[in-house]
């Protein structure tokens, strides 16, 4: 083969090499622990993920209010879902929305001043829990002051994220979203309300908090 050949034969060995770094230095291509987490916990992108708990929240606020036997357990079912859902949003959502965004700094400021007020009624509503006095008045207190925070959410927030973050970086997201819900604290607590207090609560009062719902779980029986 001569000189030419071999270059030739060269350039077309190494350029897949080439473009699969330039790929990755792109954002097109996850990196393969990343990739990994994608497939182990699902291709599903965080926009996608938290909507769909938004709509899931909603339901859980009416059925925490039907009377009866299962208001205890529907009660539970929602405190932890909002737990969850709003420490993967204070951990990773909003810190890629303030780097990510024009004007992300004052749109992440906004959702957190927010996600504090709805804490607020959140903890008051915790500590009445289904049978104390009032229950039913904080209930829609908070429901209203948490289906506003979402719908601003999704419709300044979601959408913007969708036009400036990758699809490979948005299904990254959700991995980290869906990682951070399995150990993240399932009640609502005052000052765990920014993306460094979550990163601290979740090791300390996640355990905790889980451990205290499996007491109440065996006592319940």
Same mark, same amino acid.
């Given at each position: 083969?001569?000189?030419?050949? %071999?270059?030739?034969a060269v350039t077309t060995a190494t350029k897949p090499l080439?473009?699969?770094?330039?790929?990755?230095?792109?954002?097109?291509?996850?990196?393969?622990? !990343?990739?990994?987490?994608?497939?182990?916990?699902?291709? @599903?992108?965080?926009?996608?993920?938290?909507?769909?708990? /938004?709509?899931?929240?909603?339901?859980?606020?009416?059925?925490?209010?039907?009377?009866?036997?299962?208001? #205890? #357990?529907?009660?539970?079912?929602?405190?932890?879902?909002?737990?969850?859902?709003?420490?993967? @949003?204070?951990? /990773?959502?909003?810190?890629?929305?303030?780097?990510?965004?024009?004007?992300?700094?004052?749109?992440?400021?906004?959702?957190? /001043?927010?996600?504090?007020?709805?804490? @607020?009624?959140?903890?008051?509503?915790?500590?009445?829990?289904?049978?104390?006095?009032?229950?039913?008045?904080?209930?829609?207190?908070? $429901?209203?002051?948490?289906?506003?925070?979402?719908? %601003?959410?999704?419709? @300044?927030?979601?959408?913007?994220?969708?036009?400036?973050? !990758?699809?490979?970086?948005?299904?990254?997201?959700?991995?980290?979203?869906?990682?951070?819900?399995?150990?993240?604290?399932?009640?609502?607590? %005052?000052?765990v309300n920014n993306e460094a207090t979550n990163k601290l609560?979740?090791?300390?009062?996640?355990?905790?908090?889980?451990?205290?719902?499996?007491? $109440?779980? #065996?006592?319940? #029986?």
């Amino acid at each position: 083969m001569g000189k030419l050949g %071999r270059t030739a034969a060269v350039t077309t060995a190494t350029k897949p090499l080439w473009t699969a770094k330039a790929a990755v230095k792109a954002g097109k291509t996850a990196p393969a622990w !990343s990739a990994k987490a994608v497939r182990v916990l699902g291709g @599903e992108d965080a926009v996608d993920v938290l909507t769909r708990q /938004h709509r899931q929240i909603k339901i859980g606020f009416l059925r925490a209010a039907l009377p009866g036997p299962p208001r #205890r #357990r529907n009660f539970d079912r929602l405190m932890r879902l909002l737990a969850v859902h709003e420490a993967a @949003e204070e951990a /990773h959502v909003h810190p890629v929305a303030r780097r990510a965004l024009e004007h992300g700094r004052e749109l992440a400021a906004r959702r957190r /001043h927010e996600e504090k007020e709805a804490k @607020e009624l959140l903890v008051a509503l915790w500590r009445t829990g289904p049978e104390g006095r009032g229950y039913l008045r904080l209930l829609n207190q908070a $429901r209203r002051a948490v289906a506003g925070h979402a719908a %601003r959410e999704e419709r @300044e927030e979601f959408a913007a994220l969708r036009k400036a973050v !990758s699809a490979t970086r948005l299904r990254m997201l959700g991995a980290e979203v869906k990682l951070t819900q399995a150990y993240a604290p399932t009640r609502p607590h %005052r000052w765990v309300n920014n993306e460094a207090t979550n990163k601290l609560a979740a090791p300390l009062l996640g355990p905790l908090d889980r451990a205290r719902d499996a007491v $109440r779980h #065996r006592m319940a #029986r």
